[in-house]
């Protein structure tokens, strides 16, 4: 596709239920990233891929939190025994290479645990 | 660490100019602007690697002091399409690192 797609748009969920979220990148971006972003506050590191590899996940809060990109393309944010306060917006971004280049944001997936 | 941005919103009229000032503690490698309008995904800007150097397109222009840790965007003419809260994102020393984002700036242009 043209951009980063990100499937569910919304996504509302009970607490403590499963849920994933799907990011498309765009073809040929070898670098992947999640982001969260609460009401208000600027995008908070989760996760980074190289390739189908997670470089850095110094940014998932808690076990709770695992992603993974099996192909290098493709990733999926996997999140177990949701709680109230993992409801935010969650953006997917992808660049051509790691680091100082331009990143293409999705549209985000708006999580709602109730 | 999360970089500082400042201030945290402005409202300017159509004309107008503005800066939105971005502060780290640490050493970077680079500064990465973004705008983001309300319900949508944040829009790249421009990238300033350490150097010193300043960038800019059409009337939206930014410079890095990395002796000083900081980058400041310029907006000058401003337009109704420069609403948006604009957020600066930072790279470590060493580069090939995710951003870090500030909290943002809200900036709302009126007519």
Redesign the interface.
């Given at each position: 596709g043209a951009g980063?797609s990100q499937t569910p748009s919304n996504k509302v969920t009970e607490k403590g239920k499963y849920v994933e979220l799907r990011c498309d990148p765009i073809s040929g971006h070898t670098a992947l990233?999640w982001?969260r972003q609460s009401l208000?506050?600027?995008?908070?590191?989760l996760i980074?891929f190289q390739g189908t590899g997670a470089a850095?996940d110094s940014?998932l809060p808690n076990d709770r939190f695992f992603a993974v990109r099996p192909e290098g393309s493709v990733s999926t944010l996997k999140i177990q025994r949701t709680e109230r306060g993992d409801s935010a917006v969650y953006?997917c971004a992808s660049s051509v290479i790691?680091?100082?280049?331009?990143?293409?944001?999705?549209?985000?997936t708006r999580l709602t645990v109730v | 660490q999360?970089p500082v941005q400042s201030p945290q919103a402005v409202i300017l009229r159509e004309g107008e100019d503005a800066v939105i000032n971005c502060s780290s503690s640490k050493a970077l490698?680079?500064v990465?602007w973004?705008r983001q309008k309300h319900g949508?995904?944040?829009?790249?800007l421009m990238?300033l690697?350490k150097g010193g150097e300043q960038k800019g397109h059409d009337k939206i222009s930014a410079s890095f002091n990395e002796k000083k840790q900081q980058s400041s965007l310029y907006l000058t003419a401003s337009q109704l399409s420069y609403s948006g809260t604009y957020?600066c994102?930072t790279?470590g020393p060493e580069?090939?690192?995710?951003?870090?984002?500030?909290?943002?700036t809200r900036l709302s242009v009126i007519a």
């Open positions: 980063v990233y982001y208000g506050q600027g995008p908070e590191f980074y850095d940014g953006l790691t680091g100082s280049t331009e990143a293409f944001f999705g549209q985000g | 999360q490698y680079s990465h973004y949508e995904a944040p829009v790249f990238i690697l957020f994102g790279e580069g090939n690192t995710p951003l870090v984002f500030g909290k943002g």
